[in-house]
Nanobody, 124 residues
Framework: QLQLVESGGGLVQPGGSLRLSCAAS????????IAWFRQAPGKEREGISC????????DYADSVKGRFTISRDNAKNTVYLQMNSLKPEDTAVYYC?????????????????WGQGTQVTVSS
């Protein structure tokens, strides 16, 4: 089981920014694709961004494209999700995820190792 820990959530006003972090323990993040998901109350968990290992290609859901940026700091063994121009509809619990042996983004359904999640609330 891959162990991931998210942090950086909180309460922010509409139009504000947050940076979420996903730290790994017991394995090296840069060999795996890392995805960010979110789950709003009463809704299914959705994949919103993914970062492939090695070549570093990225993927974004239409709902966050142009506002969110995924990146990796190999020295810190951490993947980030920079979230700008936040909207109330971005309110959700955010999770990062990985899957053993998976190094490229593609189907969000392949991710099976999750962190505990971090709450993001966008409200005035």
């Amino acid at each position: 089981q891959l162990q991931l820990v998210e942090s950086g959530g909180g309460l922010v006003q509409p139009g504000g920014s947050l940076r979420l972090s996903c730290a790994a323990s017991k394995f090296t993040l840069d060999y795996l694709a890392i995805a960010w998901f979110r789950q709003a109350p009463g809704k299914e968990r959705e994949g919103i961004s993914c970062l492939s290992s090695r070549e570093g290609s990225t993927d974004y859901a239409d709902s966050v494209k142009g506002r969110f940026t995924i990146s990796r700091d190999n020295a810190k063994n951490t993947v980030y999700l920079q979230m700008n121009s936040l909207k109330p509809e971005d309110t959700a619990v955010y999770y990062c995820a990985a899957a053993p042996g998976v190094s490229r983004c593609g189907d969000y359904g392949i991710f099976n190792s999750w962190g505990q999640g971090t709450q993001v609330t966008v409200s005035s």
